[in-house]
Nanobody, 133 residues
Framework: QVQLVESGGGWVQPGGSLRLSCAAS????????MAWVRQAPGKELEWVSE????????YYADSVKGRFTISRDNAKNTVYLQMNSLQIEDTAVYYC??????????????????????????WGQGTQVTVSS
């Protein structure tokens, strides 16, 4: 069955960095768009970033553009989120998720419509990121 397992969260001071990882299994990883979505306390899910199946194309929410970098290693079935210059507002549970459709069918849609999360079908358990001084 499909499994997405995030790791790498933790506590960091403002301005610091963290690297999240998501290990995937149970599907042909290299054929699916992958994404990161976060949820801050008391707030709705917020789309963060998305990467094409081959890793060549990436998209970011305006709130993280220039600070976060998404990448993937298809040989390791893993997607990453490098987070630099972290701010208190980045505090959230970060979830790894996959598009329900193969071959990048929906790639880029969320960059225009970030609330369209219904096409993501499997989610990890989440990893907590806390930014505070």
């Amino acid at each position: 069955q499909v499994q997405l397992v995030e790791s790498g969260g933790g506590w960091v001071q403002p301005g610091g960095s963290l690297r999240l990882s998501c290990a995937a299994s149970g599907f042909i990883f290299s054929t699916y768009t992958m994404a990161w979505v976060r949820q801050a306390p008391g707030k709705e899910l917020e789309w963060v970033s998305e990467i094409s199946s081959g890793g060549e194309t990436t998209y970011y929410a305006d709130s993280v553009k220039g600070r976060f970098t998404i990448s993937r290693d298809n040989a390791k079935n893993t997607v990453y989120l490098q987070m630099n210059s972290l701010q208190i507002e980045d505090t959230a549970v970060y979830y790894c998720t996959k598009d329900s459709r193969p071959n990048d069918y929906g790639l880029g849609a969320r960059s225009q419509h970030p609330t369209w999360l219904g096409d993501y079908d499997y989610w990890g358990q989440g990893t907590q990121v806390t930014v505070s001084s």
